[in-house]
Structure formats: C-alpha cells, structure tokens
Nanobody, 116 residues
Framework: VQLQACGGGSVRAGGSLRLSCAAS????????IGWFRQVPGKEREFVAS????????DYAHSVEDRFTISRDNAKNTVYLQMSDLKPEDTAVYFC??????????WGQGTQVTVSS
C-alpha cells in the first residue's frame, strides 16, 4: 500500500492542525495505520495508531489528551487531529501501515512546526 501524508504547517502554541494519510494501491482494510514523528538527531517515535477494521486506537502518553486519530472509510484516509500544540510537537510526521508486526509501509513526511 502506498501512503500519502499531508497537512503539516506552522502554527503557534495552542493551535491546531489536521494531518491526513491517504492510501493508494489498495484499501486500508486489514491494516493498522500509525503516525510517527521524528526530530533531527533523535529516533522516530510513535504518536498514534488505529486499526482500520475495528477502529481500536492507541496513543503515546505525551499526546493522548490532545491528539485524535480517526478514519474515513469512504476516502480511505486516516486523520490525525492535533490540538493544543506545543513547541515540543515540532517534528516531521510520518504515516505508516502494517498488517503484521512490522511497520513496513511508510509515506513521506510532513513538517509540523509549533512556535512559542
């Protein structure tokens, strides 16, 4: 499955952004879709995930009260609604998909910059 992520940008602290991850080549059925982020010089970290079929979600502790992951079946798209953004949320955000234990399908990153 090919992934296309978009929606990044620059906002002030406290602001909101919505990232989108669209699939091409096949549907997300049977996959988990996740969002990760990476700051230069640091490892890529998990942000949130959703199982397409069941809708079961998981969040990193640092974002669980501020970010919401959701899916739109008709558009074959996963969203990450980010609210109350903080400067420490600044990173390149990636979406990924897996139907096994390995996140082996990755989209390109989208930059999110939060200024104080």
């Amino acid at each position: 499955v090919q992934l296309q992520a978009c929606g990044g940008g620059s906002v002030r602290a406290g602001g909101s952004l919505r990232l989108s991850c669209a699939a091409s080549g096949r549907t997300f059925s049977g996959f988990a879709i996740g969002w990760f982020r990476q700051v230069p010089g640091k490892e890529r970290e998990f942000v949130a995930s959703i199982w397409w079929s069941s809708g079961i979600t998981d969040y990193a502790h640092s974002v669980e009260d501020r970010f919401t992951i959701s899916r739109d079946n008709a558009k074959n798209t996963v969203y990450l609604q980010m609210s109350d953004l903080k400067p420490e949320d600044t990173a390149v955000y990636f979406c990924a998909a897996r139907n096994s234990n390995t996140w082996d399908n990755w989209g390109q990153g989208t930059q999110v910059t939060v200024s104080s």
